[in-house]
């Protein structure tokens, strides 16, 4: 890849229990792509990363959740994992800053169990919008349109289902992110 997204710096917001290669995919494509990458958590040195359901790798953290904002970044990535997104959702600061990056219109990337966490930031009403299977139901009661796609994308939005999406949602974010402010779902 070119180096197509040289001067952007892009957020990838996890703690804890996130889907390795959902978190170090992304990272990879959006740094090859020239972008300047911080994973961003709630908390300390470094977050533990899972393979499925075994545990993999520990990934350092850049910035903590307490010392950064929206407005340093040009872009937002979520991993998902069960117990990552699960985790941000009912963190009322992780919660603020998805909500801030789709109030200045900055494109996301969301894959597998991520979208709990733009659910609880109430960004996905009215959004047509991809995840892992079991949140189908979850998404249709907060107002998306869930389709079963490799990857979608909505007004900046990307959302891909799992793992094996990887290469089209790497793809994709680095499409988007290269475009950069983007419609909101509602205008």
Same mark, same amino acid.
């Given at each position: 890849?070119?180096?197509?997204?040289?001067?952007?710096?892009?957020?990838?917001?996890?703690?804890?229990?996130?889907?390795?290669?959902?978190?170090?995919?992304?990272?990879?494509?959006?740094?090859? !792509?020239?972008?300047?990458?911080?994973? #961003?958590? +709630?908390? @300390?040195?470094?977050?533990?990363?899972?393979?499925?359901?075994? =545990? %993999?790798?520990?990934?350092?953290?850049?910035?903590?959740?307490?010392?950064?904002? !929206?407005?340093?970044?040009?872009?937002l #990535?979520? +991993?998902? @994992?069960?117990?990552?997104?699960?985790?941000?959702?009912i963190? =009322? %600061?992780?919660?603020?800053?998805v909500?801030?990056?789709?109030?200045?219109?900055?494109?996301?990337?969301?894959?597998?169990?991520?979208?709990?966490?733009?659910?609880?930031?109430?960004?996905?009403?009215?959004?047509?919008?991809?995840?892992?299977?079991?949140?189908?139901?979850?998404?249709?009661?907060?107002?998306?349109?869930?389709?079963?796609?490799?990857?979608?994308?909505?007004?900046?939005?990307?959302?891909?289902?799992?793992?094996?999406?990887?290469?089209?949602?790497?793809?994709?974010?680095?499409e988007?992110?290269?475009?950069?402010?983007?419609?909101?779902?509602?205008e």
């Amino acid at each position: 890849m070119a180096q197509e997204l040289a001067g952007k710096t892009i957020a990838i917001l996890a703690t804890d229990g996130f889907e390795q290669v959902e978190l170090t995919e992304p990272r990879r494509a959006l740094m090859e !792509a020239g972008a300047r990458v911080h994973v #961003v958590a +709630p908390h @300390g040195r470094s977050i533990q990363g899972m393979q499925h359901r075994d =545990k %993999g790798d520990a990934v350092s953290v850049d910035k903590t959740l307490d010392s950064v904002a !929206a407005a340093q970044y040009d872009a937002l #990535v979520l +991993p998902g @994992g069960v117990a990552n997104p699960d985790e941000l959702r009912i963190n =009322k %600061g992780a919660v603020k800053f998805v909500r801030d990056f789709f109030d200045a219109k900055k494109p996301v990337g969301a894959i597998c169990h991520a979208p709990w966490s733009l659910i609880e930031a109430d960004v996905v009403r009215g959004r047509t919008m991809t995840s892992w299977p079991s949140l189908r139901t979850d998404l249709t009661n907060a107002g998306a349109n869930w389709v079963d796609r490799e990857v979608v994308t909505d007004h900046g939005l990307v959302t891909s289902r799992k793992p094996d999406d990887l290469p089209a949602f790497c793809k994709k974010i680095v499409e988007e992110f290269r475009e950069g402010r983007h419609a909101s779902a509602a205008e």
